[in-house]
Every structure is written in structure tokens, then in C-alpha cells.
């Protein structure tokens, strides 16, 4: 059999311990194991950017801070790959174990073009001009 991955699939320290217990799919609630499953820390605010001045005024408390959601995300990998948690890589790119950098606004690539534009033909074209 062909080894497609180096680690056979599986997470870290793994290998050795026998049979890896089934977690659940917080998307689709399947049951994958648990070395192989995406996990993600979340932490969110519990109320809205919103509504968070208005609390804040209302509040007789002063500098209260409001209490966060701490979630452990976990995502069997059809559900990862779905919700863009991790994306599809080739082959190649699948070797490469640094964490990516998400883009930011008006970052620049090498070349000077920012990061998150259209680079298809006809991209800098004015609108209402028709390609010839």
C-alpha cells in the first residue's frame, strides 16, 4: 500500500498508542478519532460589537468587562474543509508544517501586488468596458 501521508494521517505523538478514541463532529456530528479530527480554540465575546457600548454605558459597574465563550471546535475533515477552516494543499504543499500567515489588509506579496485582489485577466478594467 501506498504511504500517502508521512504521519499516516494522524496527529503528533500518536503513533504507538494503539487505538485513538472517537470525538464529535461539531458540524455534521460524525465521529472521527480523535488524532485526526481539526481542533480549534475559539474564544468569543458573549454579546455583539453592537451591543457592547450600549451595556457599557447602562452598566452601574465602572470597567466591568463582560465574561467570554471558551469553546473547543472540533471538525472531522470534510467539515473543516467545507466551513474553510483548513483548505485542500498539493502535494507538494503538503510537506510544509509551518502555520500560515493569514493575509491582512494591504499586505503585498513579493512582487508588490496586494494580497486578496483579483489577478485574472481584464481585473483592472473599468467598469462598463468590454473585453475585446
Known amino acids: ?12 505523538g500518536c503513533h504507538g498508542r494503539g487505538k485513538a478514541r ?5 458540524g455534521c456530528g460524525g465521529r ?3 488524532d485526526k ?9 458573549l454579546v455583539e460589537a453592537s451591543a457592547l457600548r450600549d451595556l457599557a454605558e447602562a452598566s452601574c459597574i465602572e470597567n466591568y468587562v463582560l465574561p ?3 469553546m473547543k ?8 474543509v467545507h ?23 494591504g499586505d503585498r506579496d513579493v512582487e508588490g501586488i496586494l494580497l ?12 462598463g468596458e468590454r473585453r475585446a
Not at 472517537?22 to 461539531?26: F, K, N, Q, T, Y
Open 68 to 70: 467570554k465563550q471558551y
Open 116 to 127: 486578496g485582489t483579483r489577478t485574472e485577466a481584464g481585473a483592472g478594467r473599468p467598469p
Open 83 to 105: 466551513r474553510r477552516t483548513v483548505r485542500v494543499r498539493p502535494k507538494e504543499e503538503r510537506r510544509v508544517r509551518t502555520i500560515p500567515r493569514a493575509p491582512r489588509r
Open 32 to 34: 472521527p478519532r480523535k
Open 37 to 45: 479530527a481539526i481542533q480549534r480554540f475559539v474564544v468569543k465575546n
Open 22 to 26: 472517537p470525538v464529535i463532529c461539531d
Open 73 to 80: 471546535i472540533r471538525y472531522c475533515v470534510s467539515c473543516a
Open 1 to 12: 500500500m501506498v504511504k500517502k501521508r508521512r504521519n499516516h494521517g494522524r496527529k503528533g
